[in-house]
């Protein structure tokens, strides 16, 4: 199977007359090179291409013809995935394994496509799946673009920081060398700026320029951003956002997952893969408050317990209890439960927590702006406090 699909790599290359030397050494630079994108970076293509697949599905297209009529208007990564993918589909690979097979796109599209596939209802499982991409993953991205703008502005700072540290300051201390001022007749405020000045004039504008470049590349595009993020979530407002979004998640594609004809437990394994709400995911907490913990302070996984005892044949909702998880949840897959339609009923709470999720997004928004406008007064109103207090320090001794 490897060599078909490295085969069907090498053949996509060679007929856009991409060549590339064997003997061509690898890159030093390799954290400027590309970034192969995902199904997330191209959203809007990805939750267009379901929609307008599952659309060419119902109509009675087979799936290597409908994905051939959407291959031509498809671009970028999805574009590569699609025409890779039709290669795989003539050799009568079933559709899910060819979609898995091009590492593109998501594990549990792949595995809706398996079961809409097996129950003859691909098409349904497609339309069902592009609701989710355009409802729950749009929001989660809104929710991550409003995060986005301390980073943004912490670089902004950073850059400033440099400017002002290089090209402002060497003129005070210019006028000082002048005037014979000692340094330890300024302000506390003001030694701390000419030292971090000193410091940075014996480094080299060259080298500090370029860590402080480094940093700014760090926090956009590196693992910087996500360690602001992490930082972000400990606060409670966007904690709980997050919480609800992480809910909204879970039931909308267990919905869709039901509503495709998949059981219970194959649901809750593929739910396993995304990022649970707090009740669900691994604590840690000792014997006497967590009963099914084998030992005192022993990390478990309430979302693996969960699953065993589901599988066991215990109700789900019984379950979801004991977690604490919030009692409409419970109460509404409790009823769920005895009338068949879980399915119905998780899609149900699932578009109740998405329809109050924009407004809390905004002020989400509003709440981390104001945590910039703080940052900025911290940081840059005290570069402004102590060449201020310089110059006051200076009149009040002349």
């Known amino acids: 199977m490897r060599k078909k699909i490295s085969a069907d790599i090498h053949k996509h290359r060679t007929s856009k007359n991409e060549h590339i030397p064997s003997n061509q050494p690898r890159s030093r630079f390799l954290f400027l090179k590309k970034k192969k994108k ?55 690979i079933p559709i899910s394994k060819a979609f898995k097979d091009t590492h593109y796109f998501p594990q549990d599209f792949c595995q809706v496509v398996a079961v809409g596939e097996s129950r003859g209802l691909l098409g349904e499982a497609l339309d069902l799946y592009a609701g989710y991409v355009e ?4 929001m989660k991205r809104k929710f991550t673009s409003a995060l986005s703008y301390p980073v943004l502005l912490l670089s902004f700072i950073l850059v400033m920081a440099v ?41 080299g504008l060259p080298i500090v320029s370029v860590c402080v470049l480094g940093l700014v590349f760090y926090l956009l595009f590196g693992k910087g951003k996500q360690q602001i993020f992490k930082t972000l979530h400990l606060f409670p ?14 039931l909308m594609l267990g919905a869709i997952c039901l509503k495709s ?8 394994d593929i739910l396993s893969g995304l990022s649970l709400p707090k009740e669900l995911r691994v604590v840690k907490k000792s014997y006497w408050h967590f009963p099914f913990s084998r030992s005192r302070n022993e990390n478990v996984s309430p979302y693996a317990v969960l699953q065993k005892n ?4 215990q109700p789900l909702s019984a379950e979801m209890d004991k977690l604490h998880v919030p009692d409409v949840i419970v109460q509404v897959i409790g009823a769920s439960e005895k009338s068949g339609r879980m399915g119905e009923a998780m899609y149900t709470v699932a578009s109740q927590y998405l329809y109050g999720l924009p407004s809390d997004i905004k002020t989400i928004g509003t709440f981390v702006e104001q945590l910039a406008i703080a940052m900025v007064v911290v940081i840059g109103g005290g570069l402004v406090l102590s060449m201020g207090m310089t110059l006051m320090s200076l009149y009040s001794t002349f």
């Open 135 to 138: 409802n729950v993953l749009q």
């Open 38 to 92: 995902t199904y997330e970076d191209e959203l809007e293509s990805f939750a267009l291409f379901v929609r307008m697949f599952g659309f060419l599905i119902r109509d009675g297209y087979t799936p290597d013809v409908a994905i051939s009529m959407l291959v031509k208007s498809t671009k970028g990564e999805l574009g590569e995935a699609l025409r890779l993918s039709i290669g795989q589909l003539q050799r009568g």
């Open 261 to 268: 004809g998949m059981l219970l437990n194959p649901m809750l």
């Open 163 to 203: 400017i002002i540290i290089f090209l402002v300051v060497p003129k005070f201390a210019t006028l000082l060398k002048q005037m014979n001022v000692d340094m330890s007749t300024l302000p506390i405020i003001s030694q701390v700026l000419f030292k971090v000045h000193s410091i940075a004039d014996y480094i």
């Open 310 to 313: 589901v599988a066991a044949g």
């Open 237 to 250: 407002k966007i904690k709980n956002v997050n919480n609800k979004l992480n809910w909204a998640q879970w």
